[in-house]
């Protein structure tokens, strides 16, 4: 009986940790969905397996009808043929993984992609201010304290809408689909 109650409990606070972890991104999405309706294919470059539940967090934020494409990249080497997966794939904007290694807010990894994607059109954005030094156009999230933060100079051929900084006060290889939250599906750097 001790095992079962010990499981269970493990169990409540995996699943309270997701919950926790979906409420990060939820003011990002919300921001997101409202700048940009029409877009609803968001991409991702990091280590999948270090990061996974953080992109369930995600999926849960954006909610349902939307795809997520991960490209599951484990160097900052491979930053550059993931920013081309990613193009590839007709991602609308990228989102920056605040926990991953090679390619969060302000990492060389992150810096580099970011620079590949607007080049070819697709916008990123991340939850630090740092995001904004390497090319997202905007970045909400803890590192933000809640504000939306707006670039002052995008670089690339990105053509997008910026949110409104009023708004601020407000506060594959492998598909993958839960009720209720957007559909992942993960492809290799490699």
């Given at each position: 009986m001790s095992r079962i109650s010990t499981s269970l409990g493990v169990a409540a606070v995996a699943?309270?940790?997701l919950i926790l972890s979906a409420?990060?991104?939820?003011?990002?999405?919300?921001?997101?969905?409202?700048?940009?309706?029409?877009?609803?294919?968001?991409?991702?470059?990091?280590?999948?397996?270090?990061?996974?539940?953080?992109?369930?967090?995600?999926?849960k934020a954006?909610?349902?009808?939307?795809?997520?494409?991960?490209?599951d990249a484990r160097t900052p080497e491979q930053a550059s043929l993931a920013a081309a997966v990613l193009a590839n794939q007709h991602a609308d904007f990228v989102v920056l993984m605040p926990k991953d290694r090679n390619f969060c807010d302000g990492s060389?990894?992150?810096?580099?992609?970011?620079?590949?994607l607007a080049s070819r059109g697709v916008p990123s954005i991340g939850t630090a201010p740092v995001?904004?030094?390497?090319?997202?156009?905007?970045s909400m999230g803890e590192g933000t304290d809640?504000?939306?933060?707006?670039t002052d100079r995008l670089i690339g051929t990105v053509d997008v809408i910026l949110p409104d900084r009023a708004?601020?006060?407000?506060?594959?290889s492998l598909v993958m689909r839960r009720e209720g939250m957007a559909t992942i599906a993960v492809h290799s750097a490699k």
């Open positions: 699943l309270t940790g409420e990060d991104f939820r003011p990002l999405m919300n921001t997101t969905q409202t700048a940009w309706p029409e877009k609803h294919h968001l991409g991702v470059i990091c280590n999948y397996r270090a990061n996974e539940s953080d992109i369930w967090a995600l999926a954006a909610g349902d009808g939307t795809l997520i494409t991960v490209v060389f990894g992150a810096t580099v992609a970011v620079n590949r995001a904004l030094a390497q090319g997202a156009v905007f809640g504000q939306i933060l707006v708004q601020a006060s407000q506060k594959s």
